[in-house]
């Protein structure tokens, strides 16, 4: 069932995000599915995908740039946008016209479980992702192809983590610190500077 359209992402990330997905449905449209529901979205994938990752502060090239670095792919990289939420890219439909976007995304996080589709033909799905959930996702891409994205998803969500971690806090200024680096003097300016900063 398809909800409400132009939801915000802000709205579909704190639902828990799933999957974004493009499909063929009342057009060539976006399926976003989250913990609570399956949505139908006008706007492009790749809009989305700029939105979560401004909404994150995060340079999606740069991003990309490094995940592809690490991964040495040049397309369909694994995108981790923070603890709980890693983009990995799965074929989610067949082009019927050339220059249709067939990537979509799933989220490792919420990834229960990849087995074969049972379906049989040509145009036949080829794997289903079950999330924690229960909602289950049919893909084209192999069963084998998923468990190597869910890989690579580990792998720059291990780089991200170790990455943010390593970054200096500002914990801000102390008293005693900064007084024990200005010049030993009881010149008026080093009071009144003390004074402005607080310390």
Not at 84 to 91: N, T
């Amino acid at each position: 069932m398809a909800g409400k359209e132009h939801e915000s992402v802000e709205a579909y990330l704190e639902e828990g995000l799933l999957a974004v997905v493009p499909v063929y449905e009342e057009g060539s449209k976006t399926v976003i599915l989250t913990f609570k529901s399956r949505r139908l979205e006008p706007r492009s994938l790749t809009w989305l995908v700029k939105k979560i990752a401004s909404h994150y502060d995060l340079d999606l090239v740069s991003l990309r740039r490094r995940c592809g670095g690490l991964l040495k792919l040049k397309h369909h990289i694994s995108l981790p946008m923070n603890e709980s939420l890693v983009l990995l890219p799965i074929r989610g439909r067949r082009a019927i016209t050339p220059g249709d976007i067939t990537i979509g995304y799933i989220n490792l996080k919420e990834v229960k479980d990849v087995v074969p589709c049972e379906a049989e033909g040509d145009d036949a799905p080829l794997s289903v992702v079950t999330f924690n959930n229960g909602t289950e996702l049919e893909t084209f891409n192999t069963a084998e192809k998923i468990r190597l994205r869910l890989d690579q998803g580990e792998k720059v969500l291990s780089d991200f983590l170790q990455r943010r971690d390593r970054r200096v806090r500002f914990s801000g200024l102390k008293r005693e610190t900064l007084s024990d680096q200005l010049p030993d003097c009881d010149c008026y300016l080093r009071e009144l500077f003390l004074e402005r900063f607080g310390l």
